[in-house]
């Protein structure tokens, strides 16, 4: 079993819809992070998290908003989905300077 | 604040010939400087990484990187590549400062490494 694991790895949904992405993780870190991928664009940090209480904006948090239910936990949400929130999504554990990532949600906003 | 550049998007190789991805750097102060991997359909992989000491780290699959201070460089190499080393090359830097960012890291925008046989 992967030890940072989100669901879904595929998502289709409308414009509008809200969408919450999932993130578990069995490696026991406190630090959390949501990223989102473009192509030419790298990865870019949208919130994160270094223990349930602790939640921070990253760079482009605007249209997305977070909850750590528990230290596994972290979930993303897409409060009104837009078009050009397109992307891959990847939820990433870190320990020290190492980070642990999963493997990914792609997620189309039609 | 802190940064890296990765100045490629894409190289090609040859396989069997050596490689070499690009990254530079801005960091007041020593900076922590990491390579992540990701092949198709999954999550980036720790390569290695250079926190202090020798100038040449060694990490998986046979990649090594230089830690070049006058040039404020971290490239990646390896002696002969081969056509499965072909994904996405990150670049990362730890985030020194000193507020509520600091301890996370910072990527580039990626590299795609094309092996042909």
């Known amino acids: 079993d992967a030890d940072v694991t989100q669901t879904p790895r595929n998502r289709i949904t409308k414009t509008g819809k809200r969408i919450m992405l999932e993130c578990s993780q069995t490696?026991?870190?406190?630090?959390m992070y949501w990223y989102r991928q473009d192509p030419g664009l790298g990865l870019r940090l949208i919130y994160y998290?270094?223990?349930?209480?602790?939640?921070n904006k990253g760079e482009i948090s605007d249209g997305y908003s977070v909850s750590r239910q528990a230290q596994a936990k972290f979930s993303l949400s897409l409060e009104s989905a837009i078009p050009n929130q397109t992307a891959l999504y990847f939820c990433?554990?870190?320990?020290?300077?190492?980070?642990?990532f999963g493997q990914g949600t792609r997620l189309t906003v039609v | 604040a802190q940064s890296v550049a990765q100045p490629e998007d894409q190289v090609n190789v040859a396989e069997g010939n050596p490689l070499t991805v690009k990254c530079t750097y801005s960091?007041?102060?020593?900076?922590?400087l990491f390579w992540y991997v990701q092949y198709p359909n999954r999550g980036l992989q720790f390569l290695l990484k250079?926190?202090?000491?020798?100038?040449l780290v060694k990490g998986s699959y046979g990649f090594e990187a230089e830690f070049n201070k006058s040039q404020t460089s971290f490239h990646l190499k390896k002696p002969s590549a081969l056509v499965s080393d072909s994904a996405l090359y990150f670049c990362?830097?730890?985030?020194?400062?000193?507020?509520?960012?600091?301890?996370?890291?910072?990527f580039g925008k990626g590299t795609k490494l094309s092996v042909k046989p």
């Open positions: 998290s270094f223990d349930v209480k602790d939640i």
């Open positions: 250079y926190i202090t000491g020798d100038n």
């Open positions: 990362a830097v730890r985030d020194l400062g000193y507020g509520g960012s600091q301890g996370n890291l910072i």
């Open positions: 490696k026991g870190h406190d630090r």
């Open positions: 990433a554990t870190q320990i020290g300077s190492q980070a642990f």
């Open positions: 960091v007041s102060g020593n900076p922590y």
